[in-house]
C-alpha cells in the first residue's frame, strides 16, 4: 500500500476515470524511500501529488471473497496511521501497493497482499477486475476466492514524520486491521476510488 502525504489523505478521491476490465496499483500518493529488502519500513516526505505529465503510478492488489451467509463477503484492510484511525467510512482498501516498471503486476498484487495481511493469497487463480484510474494513479485489481482469518492479519509498517514537521518519525501498521464484508457494508467501507471493483466482482460472480 502506498503511503500518503498530507493533501493526498486530506482529499482521496478526485474524480475517476474508468477502464474497461481485462488483464494487467493509487488512492495515495507521497514521496517514498524504500528501505533494503527485509521486512518492508517506508519514510515519507510530505508532497503534493503527481500531476499534469508525470508518469502514472501503477498499483497492483488482490480483492478476495468467499460465500457467506448472507451472500459475498470480501476482505477489506484499514488503512493505518494517524490520518485514519479515527475514521471507518470510506477508510479501508483492498490490499494492494505500487510496483515499478518492468515487474508482473499480478506478482507484485500477491506480493503486496501478502505483506499487508500477512499470509499469502489463499488461491492458485486470479481473475482481473481491470483498472481504475484516479488523480495520475492506476490501480490494477484481481478476483481471489478463498478464505482467510481476518483477525490473525499481520501487517508491514511504515515509518511517518508526526505530528507534522515534528521531526519525530514513528512507525504505523499499512493495515491496523482487516475484515469480512458483505458487498453492500463495503461499499460504505471502502475508499470511493475502489468501490467500482465490488461492481466489477459482483457482475463476475454473477
Same mark, same amino acid.
Given at each position: 500500500?502506498?503511503?500518503?502525504?498530507?493533501?493526498?489523505?486530506?482529499?482521496?478521491?478526485?474524480? *475517476?476515470?474508468? /477502464?474497461?476490465?481485462?488483464? &494487467?496499483?493509487? &488512492?495515495?500518493?507521497?514521496?517514498?524511500?524504500?528501505?533494503?529488502?527485509?521486512?518492508? @519500513? @517506508?519514510?515519507?516526505?510530505?508532497? @503534493?501529488?503527481?500531476?499534469?505529465? /508525470?508518469?502514472?503510478? @501503477?498499483?497492483?492488489?488482490?480483492?478476495?471473497?468467499?460465500?457467506?451467509?448472507?451472500?459475498? $463477503?470480501?476482505?477489506?484492510?484499514?488503512?493505518?496511521?494517524?490520518?485514519?484511525?479515527?475514521?471507518?467510512?470510506?477508510?479501508?482498501? %483492498?490490499?494492494?501497493?505500487?510496483?515499478?516498471?518492468?515487474?508482473?503486476?499480478?506478482?507484485?498484487?500477491?506480493?503486496?497482499?501478502? $505483506?499487508?495481511?500477512?499470509?499469502? /493469497?489463499?488461491?492458485?487463480?486470479?481473475?482481473?477486475?481491470?483498472?481504475?484510474?484516479?488523480?495520475?494513479?492506476? *490501480?490494477?485489481?484481481?478476483?481471489?476466492?478463498?478464505?482467510?482469518?481476518?483477525?490473525?492479519?499481520?501487517?508491514?509498517?511504515?515509518?511517518? $514524520?508526526?505530528?507534522?514537521?515534528?521531526?519525530?518519525?514513528? $512507525?504505523?501498521?499499512? %493495515?491496523?486491521?482487516?475484515?469480512?464484508?458483505?458487498?453492500?457494508?463495503?461499499?460504505?467501507?471502502?475508499?470511493?476510488?475502489? /468501490?467500482?471493483?465490488?461492481?466489477?466482482?459482483?457482475?463476475?460472480?454473477?
Amino acid at each position: 500500500m502506498e503511503v500518503p502525504d498530507v493533501l493526498s489523505v486530506l482529499y482521496p478521491d478526485p474524480p *475517476l476515470r474508468h /477502464v474497461p476490465a481485462g488483464p &494487467h496499483h493509487d &488512492h495515495r500518493a507521497g514521496a517514498l524511500q524504500l528501505d533494503p529488502p527485509g521486512p518492508r @519500513r @517506508r519514510a515519507l516526505s510530505p508532497g @503534493r501529488p503527481c500531476q499534469g505529465g /508525470v508518469v502514472a503510478k @501503477r498499483s497492483a492488489g488482490v480483492l478476495l471473497h468467499r460465500r457467506g451467509p448472507a451472500g459475498v $463477503e470480501v476482505l477489506l484492510g484499514h488503512m493505518g496511521g494517524p490520518f485514519w484511525a479515527r475514521k471507518d467510512a470510506a477508510a479501508w482498501s %483492498i490490499p494492494k501497493g505500487e510496483y515499478v516498471d518492468g515487474e508482473d503486476p499480478e506478482a507484485a498484487a500477491r506480493r503486496e497482499f501478502a $505483506e499487508e495481511l500477512g499470509s499469502p /493469497v489463499p488461491a492458485a487463480e486470479l481473475a482481473p477486475l481491470g483498472e481504475v484510474r484516479a488523480s495520475g494513479k492506476v *490501480l490494477t485489481v484481481w478476483a481471489a476466492e478463498g478464505d482467510l482469518d481476518a483477525d490473525a492479519c499481520t501487517s508491514n509498517t511504515f515509518a511517518l $514524520e508526526w505530528p507534522p514537521r515534528s521531526g519525530r518519525m514513528q $512507525e504505523f501498521p499499512e %493495515i491496523d486491521r482487516a475484515g469480512w464484508f458483505d458487498l453492500v457494508a463495503a461499499r460504505e467501507k471502502l475508499v470511493k476510488g475502489q /468501490v467500482p471493483f465490488l461492481d466489477r466482482l459482483a457482475g463476475l460472480l454473477g
